[in-house]
């Protein structure tokens, strides 16, 4: 099994701050890599798969970048409403989520 | 627009079963992978399986097998999961989550959630 490792657990950052969450895996996942964001009481979202492109509707605010094991999500200049907690996860056989980041205000 | 609407909370007992249905609109149902995750109080996300509703064929995460099934009724566009032997620890909100592109992908959109609360 894969395992997805982000760093760090919790980021604490300003409004117009630049944001970067990191993931890990376990071995290579070639590009085959999304990142999720979830707000409190609310289902996830995809913002970004296959590393580095966005989903339908995302600002070009996020970007994704890497391949193989590691792997960034960028938040250019943070807004108000990108305050949530955000997952890495692989996509195989049997996928699997990182444990999240959490990006608060600081 | 491509939506998912699940069925609402449960309580239930320990050892019984539960259901959860999730009902698609906006998109052709039988095209596309129906993804099941889990999310227990205040922890991360865990994927549980996917059915392709056109074959009815799944595929689910070895911690369930056994003790989950994952059915379609394209007729309806609705799916459904079937949680058995229900203990604590299953207590959770149980998303569904359409496939992107269609064969066993990336999740998205996503369901609203249902709450399953197990107590005795």
């Known amino acids: 099994e894969i395992v997805l490792t982000q760093t760090p657990a919790i980021l604490s950052l300003s409004p117009g701050e630049r944001a970067t969450l990191s993931c890990r895996a376990s071995?290579?996942?070639?590009?085959?890599l999304a990142w999720y964001q979830q707000k409190p009481g609310q289902a996830p979202r995809l913002l970004i798969y296959d590393a580095s492109n966005r989903a339908t509707g995302i600002p070009a605010r996020f970007s994704g970048s890497g391949s193989g094991t590691d792997f960034t999500l960028t938040i250019s200049s943070l807004e108000p409403e990108d305050f949530a907690v955000y997952y890495c996860q692989h996509r195989n056989n049997w996928p699997t989520f990182g444990p999240g980041t959490k990006v608060d205000i600081k | 627009q491509v939506q998912l609407v699940q069925s609402g909370a449960e309580v239930k007992k320990p050892g019984a079963s539960v259901t959860v249905s999730c009902q698609a609109s906006?998109?052709?149902?039988?095209?596309?992978?129906l993804h099941w995750v889990r999310q227990a109080p205040g922890q991360g996300l865990e994927w549980m399986g996917w059915?392709?509703?056109?074959?009815?064929?799944?595929n689910y995460a070895q911690k369930f097998q056994g003790r989950v099934t994952m059915t379609g009724d394209t007729s309806i566009s609705t799916a459904y999961i079937e949680l058995s032997r229900l203990t604590s620890d299953d207590t959770a909100v149980y998303y569904c989550?359409?496939?992107?592109?269609?064969?066993?992908?990336?999740?998205?959109?996503w369901g609203q959630g249902t709450l399953v609360t197990v107590s005795s």
């Open positions: 906006g998109y052709t149902f039988s095209d596309y992978y």
């Open positions: 059915i392709n509703p056109n074959t009815g064929y799944t």
């Open positions: 071995q290579s996942v070639s590009r085959y």
């Open positions: 989550a359409k496939d992107l592109r269609g064969v066993a992908d990336w999740f998205g959109p």
